[in-house]
């Protein structure tokens, strides 16, 4: 099974800054299947990122994924009030797929 | 635009089976190309993927739950239901259905709002 470990736990910001969210994995997988997904409390899950680097319709550009391997980020550029969340990474490449344990950002 | 709608009991009794239904509206599920699962998150955790089911009927479970889980697909009716045997208070949480798109790798692409279930 594959643990993705995120960090940090909680990230706090103010409006504007930029936000870097890590996602470690146990082991290596291709990153066609690293995701990120943004939620909101009340609110479904929203993919952010799929791939590791690209983005659904609709999704703003200033949010970008990088990474490989077993590490991947999740960077939010001019942070607005709106981005307030919880962020997981989450993984399909081996069964059973998994999610991290989220990241909170605080802005 | 596809929309998906959980439903079923709020309520179950421990070591009763909880069972919910998720209706698709919107679209039809009859097409290649997608995988209809559940995800569930525990009160104060994270998002938990309990498994899903490919159109072709195959499914592929949480090993944490897969002596108890059984997902199924009803094409006609365009819905898919989660049925959890022996049910206890670990399996308190907000379950939401999703559908994963071959667009994007079968990444969770749509998900309904959720509907939350209490083992009592």
């Known amino acids: 099974e594959i643990v993705l470990t995120q960090s940090p736990g909680t990230l706090s910001l103010s409006p504007g800054e930029r936000a870097t969210l890590s996602c470690r994995a146990s082991?290596?997988?291709?990153?066609?299947?690293l995701a990120w997904f943004q939620h909101k409390p009340g609110q479904a899950p929203r993919l952010l990122i799929y791939?590791?680097?690209s983005r659904p319709p609709g999704i703003p550009d200033r949010f970008s994924g990088s990474g490989s391997g077993t590490d991947f980020t999740l960077s939010i550029n001019r942070l607005e009030p709106e981005d307030s969340a919880v962020y997981y990474c989450?993984?399909?490449?081996?069964?059973?797929?998994?999610f991290g344990q989220g990241t909170k950002v605080e802005i | 635009q596809l929309q998906l709608q959980e439903s079923g009991s709020r309520l179950v009794k421990p070591s009763q089976t909880l069972s919910l239904t998720c209706a698709v509206s919107?679209?039809?599920?009859?097409?290649?190309?997608?995988?209809w699962g559940w995800v569930r998150q525990p009160p104060g955790e994270g998002l938990q993927w309990i498994g899903y089911?490919?159109?072709?009927?195959?499914?592929d479970y949480n090993p944490s739950l897969k002596s108890r889980v059984t997902i199924s697909l009803d094409r006609s009716r365009n819905l898919f239901s989660l049925e959890l045997t022996s049910a206890t208070a670990a399996d308190t949480a907000l379950y939401y259905c999703?559908?994963?798109?071959?667009?994007?790798?079968?990444?969770?692409?749509?998900w309904g709002q959720g509907t939350t279930v209490t083992v009592s």
């Open positions: 999703a559908r994963g798109s071959v667009t994007y790798n079968y990444n969770l692409d749509v």
């Open positions: 919107g679209g039809s599920m009859g097409n290649s190309g997608y995988t």
């Open positions: 089911i490919r159109e072709s009927g195959r499914t």
């Open positions: 082991q290596s997988f291709s990153t066609a299947y």
């Open positions: 791939g590791a680097s």
């Open positions: 989450h993984q399909s490449a081996f069964s059973p797929l998994s």
